[in-house]
Each structure stands twice: as C-alpha cells, then as structure tokens.
C-alpha cells in the first residue's frame, strides 16, 4: 500500500532528525567534560594570577617588619620614643653587647628582720607593737606585725609616705591569727599590705613607714626608734638571652 509506505518513511525522516540519546543511567560525557574544563583555570589566566601573587616577610611573632605612613606636605613626623628606643639596641646589638633589662626592686634599710633581733620580745613588751618581718615583691610590700593582746577590739594600721612625709596615706592591718609563745606575752599577729604605684619605682626613691596600734582608747606605735622603717628603691640589671631579644623588643 502507497499510503502506508510514504508514512513509514515519513516517521523513519522524523526519527533521523532528533537527537539520540543513550538509554544508558550514566550522565552525558559532554557535560561532565564540560564541568571539569570550566572548573580549570586557562593558561592566560594561570599566568595572570601568578603575577598576583606576592610575598610578606613577618618576623618571630608573625608581626610586619615594616609599616607605611604618609605624611602632608609641611607636616614634621614624629619618631615614637619605642622607635629610637629600638634604633639604640640596634647599635648595641652591632657592637656586640648583649641585651640587659633594668628592673627596680625595694630594698630594706635594715640588714636583719626585726623579728630575728635577740631583744625583739622585750622590745614587744615594752611598745605592746612590733614590725616583725617585711617581705619585698613586684606590686609592693608585705608586712607581717605582733602586737600584744590587751584585749579582743583592737586595731592596727599603717601610715606610709613616698615624698618624706610631704604627703602620707594610712592602710588598715588584718587579723591573722592568736599566738602564746614561752617568754612572750599573748600577742595576735597582723598582716597588711603596702601598694607601690609604678611611677614610684625610680633609682633613689624612698619608702617610709610606721605602725600604730590602738587599743582601749590608747595609741601605741613602732616607729624603728623614731627612724621609721625605710625601704629604698634600687635597680638591678638582667641578661636576656639570646633567642629572646628578637621577641622582647615589642614588650619595651
């Protein structure tokens, strides 16, 4: 039949025209090659970004070496003093020296702890008040004083100056603990704490101090026989080793 042929051959010119396709459950090797290649940087464009890339020098701590600042025409800059500070270990580090930290520290006036003294109980005794020991560190001082037990209300304080009493302030004293020693009278021990501000603490400068003790309406002090305790500041100089220089300079 005529009729049915030109149809037959009509479907077969259809079909040659779309697409095949793969009855396959596998994904188009186009597209995947497709994927990759857009995922892949071109040659022109390696090239460019290779000239992007750059190169930063840190030191030890991961800090720049250098910093830019841009100064107005007319305008002085000015050299912070940390900046000559590190121009001056630089040429100490040239010369060969090694690297020194100066750190200040408070000094008894006294040789011996007052407590250690042989007549330390009589001097006890005799002022119902003594400064027993001071113990010396970074943020101030610590006092540990005995006073002898008159009776259960009482209290001790400390008057301080750093100006030769051109000026003074006074800081309570705390309770510690009760004590009845053979040869000495029942005493209770008191602890305080003397701060000393930074910009105190100079080559020279002098810490001054006295106790008082008040009880029953009464006063009673140790002055150090009228001397009054005196600490003096003083510096002492510590080698910094080599692998830590490089790091201590952004500490300064």
Not at 26 to 40: G, N, V
Not at 139 to 145: K, Q, R, S, T, W
């Amino acid at each position: 039949d005529r009729t049915a042929e030109r149809g037959q051959l009509k479907f077969i010119h259809r079909a040659r025209r779309l697409p095949q396709r793969s009855l396959s459950c596998e994904p188009l090797t186009k597209s995947i090659i497709q994927r990759r290649t857009q995922s892949l940087p071109s040659p022109s464009e390696r090239r460019r970004l290779s000239r992007r890339a750059s190169v930063r020098f840190v030191d030890s701590l991961g800090l720049d070496l250098e910093s830019v600042k841009v100064f107005k025409s007319g305008e002085d800059p000015f050299v912070p003093e940390h900046v000559l500070f590190r121009l001056l270990m630089s040429a100490e580090f040239a010369s060969s020296k090694g690297m020194e930290i100066s750190l200040p520290y408070l000094k008894p006036m006294f040789s011996v702890q007052p407590g250690d003294c042989s007549n330390f109980t009589e001097r006890l005794r005799c002022q119902q008040v003594c400064l027993e020991r001071v113990l010396c560190y970074e943020p101030g001082i610590i006092g540990i004083v005995q006073v002898v037990n008159l009776v259960f209300e009482k209290e001790v304080s400390v008057r301080y100056s750093f100006t030769n009493w051109k000026s003074c302030s006074e800081t309570k004293a705390y309770w510690v603990a009760s004590k009845s020693i053979s040869n000495r009278p029942c005493c209770d021990t008191f602890r305080f704490h003397l701060p000393v501000p930074p910009y105190i603490l100079h080559p020279g400068a002098v810490l001054e101090f006295a106790i008082c003790y008040k009880v029953m309406g009464m006063q009673f002090w140790d002055n150090n026989g009228g001397q009054n305790y005196k600490l003096t500041c003083q510096s002492y100089n510590l080698p910094v080793p080599k692998e830590c220089e490089d790091s201590m300079i952004h500490f300064i």
